[in-house]
């Protein structure tokens, strides 16, 4: 199986906006609407930020947000800030022979 | 609140056996809910490797992993492990325990331990 598809980098200065892609195929990401993403900071365990495409789990911020279309999903970091730099990964469920995978990441730097 | 605990870091030569645990404090039932386990090598991205339902022991594998390691569980102690019987050079990263939240087809990783790093040479 393969992992989705994510850019290696994105950057913004502060308070800019971010969207980060995630693709895969109509067996992963296009074919179920659990597709969650992890902020991991250097040296950190990663922490959930969003859940089922666009959920957010108490006290992450609503600058995170994210979507959904065909096989693609998308993460938005709004008014960045010096804290948002970090590592991003998306995952989503890929049927139960495989279960579940993850995005290449995509490292985020705020300028 | 929910916490896993991880074993310490290890280090191992090529075809030795380890076996590897995350303890999870309860606050909810151990056995309502999957554990999962995702290995990260050094400079690369997460992979998920199985999880374990401890209510029945019903363990699943990505086919990436199927046959490299085994997934258990003792309900007794809350602890979940992740068990090597010949290591390789290549099994080196840094291997994290998470719940699984939801059913095993619509869930997502709540909560991570700290992670283990697995050194093998």
């Known amino acids: 199986q393969s992992a989705l598809t994510q850019p290696p980098s994105a950057s913004g200065s502060p308070g800019q906006s971010v969207t980060i892609s995630c693709t895969g195929t109509n067996s992963d990401v296009g074919g179920y609407d659990y597709v969650s993403w992890y902020q991991q900071h250097p040296g950190k365990a990663p922490k959930l930020i969003i859940y089922?495409?666009?959920k957010r789990p108490s006290g992450v911020p609503d600058r995170f947000s994210g979507s959904k279309s065909g096989d693609t999903a998308s993460l938005t970091v709004s008014g960045l800030q010096a804290e948002d730099e970090a590592d991003y990964y998306c995952s989503s469920f890929a049927g139960h022979y495989i279960g579940y995978v993850f995005g290449t990441g995509t490292q985020v730097t705020v300028l | 609140e929910v916490q896993l605990m991880q074993s310490g870091a290890e280090v191992r030569k090529p075809g030795e056996s380890l076996k590897i645990s995350c303890q999870v404090s309860t606050g909810y039932g151990f056995t309502s809910d999957w554990i999962a386990w995702l290995r990260q090598v050094p400079g690369k991205g997460l992979e998920y490797m199985g999880v374990i339902y401890p209510g029945d022991y019903d363990t699943r594998y990505s086919p990436s992993f199927e046959g490299q390691v085994t997934i258990s569980a003792d309900k007794s102690i809350s602890t979940a492990y992740l068990q090597w019987s010949g290591l390789k050079a290549s099994d080196t990263a840094m291997y994290y325990c998470a719940r699984l939240k939801g059913d095993f087809w619509s869930g997502y990783f709540d909560y991570w331990g700290q992670g283990t790093l697995v050194t093998v040479s």
């Open positions: 089922e495409v666009s």
